[in-house]
């Protein structure tokens, strides 16, 4: 198990900024990249132990069913979901060679460890289904709680605890996959920030699965991610941007989040449904930087960072990662990309440049102050 | 139990706070933490409660309208799945209560000739159960601090967490290690808005008392549901404070007199 102590210690940082350029820095210096006055924002979503074992009835065959977007409205209850299915294999066998599950049609059963499902629908594409926990919710959140198992990739080979899919902040179990930015925010930065004067809020993301293996529904995701932002998040952000302080996403699931309740200055407070694709050519309208793990090209996340920095910067980005050996998974080194600057969002990223006199510190190689 | 309506006005005030707020109690299904259920049942709060017996959890949740959990806050394994549920059901936290406590060896046997695995026993449960829950459970009371609800996790001391008795070895350490590490979460993590409190609710006529002392006069002890209208008038109150940003001393050995003054 990839316990918390071990997950990498020496954690890598690169920045770039809003003119484009590029430096390196530890993790634990993400503070000295950020001002007095900047509000970071955290998704605080606890992850779901969303990976099921089980069988289906009809033919047998042995299915892992990974619970992939809430149906239920009330994200206390646990019992509809849009799900993908794989058939038998787990998640040591990367998800592109993953066999197909059985035919599955409407009205099917699947027995999960302890819990009764039924395929209420298919949703055009063989591997993807909604799907009914049968009983009541005590009774699927203890089996879930029990049977379930974080989804994980073969780039991992150690089966993930689901304390080890949990960050520091998580609350609400509503995430599929961890919001794996959030690592970063342990009690130790938490405190480093407050000493800056740099106020930490959280939201609760339903953030969904990064990857199916499967082109076709590669291209749907992410699925429409149901979110909540407290009130005080939502005052939090306008007082923020009234004194001229820059919004700091942690994860792209924030960024959706705060994107999809916002207007220029402010955020709606409430829950509602993130369900539109941040891609280069989306304007930002409430997020200045991002923190985020280094996603690869061509899925949905990477097409969300190019929303915050243009082709050339995105190019000089995944050059520096391939060259300087950033570890690229979701408990590997972190990016903090501002927006960048050009003419069309001049007027958003006056305050967005990271502080000169540091990144000069970087770049003669001066410890961190 | 009592229900509200007999209580008196100045009651009502004090436990007010408590309406619509989300509470998780570990041992909730015997003695104080059994009580504590059923008090904060009726104070209007969201109650989870965990406890090992699978049908006695499902008893106590059915006949007190509250969430039962089925788990062993000793086993390492069991912490997230039971964090999962706690917080799946009530969709966060603002309370948290350890309560869940184990004796160590049964009868009170001298430490010198106490087993090391009895001693492990009442770690896991007294110590290490308790950090681990609430390391789960950190995030979602620093959200519930951040929004104005205020967040508060009461941890259930003893008088052997302070005195040296004879005969109370494991248990006694156990305790004073809890009790110290509340003291430092209370430290550590007030810039969060969290609030820690240790309460010794007192000797009590509850089976870990009988186990302890089996020749005890029970008309000697208080009766749980009293220590729980105590420890929720603390709980009251501390909310109230934390709401206010108010910070409060963690040991709530002294204060916790004059509560029982006031309540009763």
Request: charged content about 20%.
């Amino acid at each position: 198990m990839i316990a918390a102590h071990q997950r990498i210690p020496d954690a890598k940082l690169l920045v770039i900024d809003a003119d484009g350029s590029l430096v390196t820095a530890p993790r634990t210096a993400l503070v000295d990249f950020l001002r007095r006055g900047d509000l970071v924002v955290a998704n605080d979503a606890a992850t779901l132990p969303a990976s099921l074992r089980g069988v289906h009835q009809p033919s047998g065959a042995i299915v892992e069913v990974r619970l992939a977007g809430w149906r239920a409205r009330d994200l206390r209850d646990p019992r509809h979901w849009t799900a993908i299915v794989f058939g038998d294999g787990d998640f040591r066998m990367r998800t592109e060679d993953r066999p197909l599950p059985p035919a599955l049609d409407r009205g099917d059963r699947l027995q999960l460890g302890p819990l009764d499902a039924i395929v209420t629908d298919t949703l055009g594409h063989p591997r993807l289904v909604a799907l009914t926990l049968k009983g009541s919710v005590e009774h699927v959140w203890a089996g879930i709680a029990r049977h379930g198992r974080p989804i994980q990739y073969a780039h991992v080979p150690q089966p993930l605890a689901l304390w080890d899919a949990w960050t520091p902040l998580a609350g609400p179990p509503v995430a599929f996959e961890p919001p794996s930015a959030g690592f970063a925010v342990d009690w130790q930065l938490q405190d480093t920030m407050r000493n800056h004067g740099i106020d930490l809020v959280t939201l609760t993301h339903a953030a969904g699965i990064s990857s199916t293996g499967d082109a076709a529904l590669d291209a749907r995701l992410p699925f429409p991610e149901p979110y909540v932002i407290p009130s005080a998040t939502a005052r939090a952000v306008r007082r923020a941007k009234l004194r001229g302080g820059r919004i700091v996403a942690i994860g792209t699931s924030v960024v959706r989040a705060l994107e999809h309740a916002g207007a220029p200055g402010r955020v709606r407070a409430g829950m509602n449904v993130a369900d539109q694709r941040i891609t280069a050519a989306t304007a930002l309208r409430v997020v200045d930087m991002i923190v985020s793990g280094t996603h690869e090209p061509g899925t949905s996340h990477h097409d969300l960072l190019r929303a915050f920095a243009g082709d050339a910067a995105m190019g000089a980005m995944n050059a520096t990662l391939d060259a300087g050996g950033f570890r690229t998974h979701e408990f590997g080194d972190s990016v903090l990309i501002a927006r960048q600057r050009v003419a069309s969002n001049a007027e958003y990223s006056r305050h967005s440049g990271v502080d000169r006199g540091m990144r000069s510190a970087y770049l003669v190689g001066r410890a961190p102050g | 139990m009592k229900s509200g309506h007999h209580d008196s006005l100045r009651q009502r005030e004090r436990r007010d706070p408590l309406r619509g707020v989300r509470v998780a109690i570990t041992g909730g299904t015997s003695g104080l933490g059994l009580a504590l259920v059923r008090e904060l049942a009726a104070c209007g709060a969201h109650v989870a409660f965990v406890a090992r017996d699978g049908q006695r959890v499902a008893r106590i949740a059915a006949a007190t309208g509250t969430h039962g959990v089925i788990g062993d806050v000793a086993r390492k394994d069991d912490i997230h799945p039971i964090a999962l549920q706690i917080l799946g059901r009530l969709g966060g936290l603002d309370i948290l209560i350890n309560n869940a406590s184990s004796l160590g060896p049964s009868p009170l046997r001298p430490l010198a000739d106490t087993e090391c695995e009895d001693f492990e026993v009442a770690l896991a449960t007294n110590v290490l159960g308790p950090f681990r829950l609430t390391r789960a459970l950190l995030g979602a009371l620093a959200a519930s601090a951040r929004d104005g609800t205020g967040a508060v996790v009461l941890n259930i001391s003893s008088d052997a967490a302070i005195n040296a008795y004879a005969g109370w070895g494991a248990y006694g350490a156990s305790k004073a290690a809890l009790h110290h590490m509340t003291r430092i979460w209370h430290e550590e993590l007030a810039p969060s808005g969290i609030d820690f409190a240790s309460v010794d609710p007192g000797d009590m006529d509850t089976p870990l008392h009988a186990q302890a002392l089996p020749d005890a006069d029970p008309a000697t002890l208080q009766q749980p549901a009293d220590a729980a209208r105590v420890v929720t008038a603390v709980l009251a109150q501390r909310l109230t404070a934390a709401r206010n940003r108010r910070r409060l001393p963690v040991d709530e050995g002294a204060r916790a007199a004059g509560v029982v003054a006031a309540v009763r």
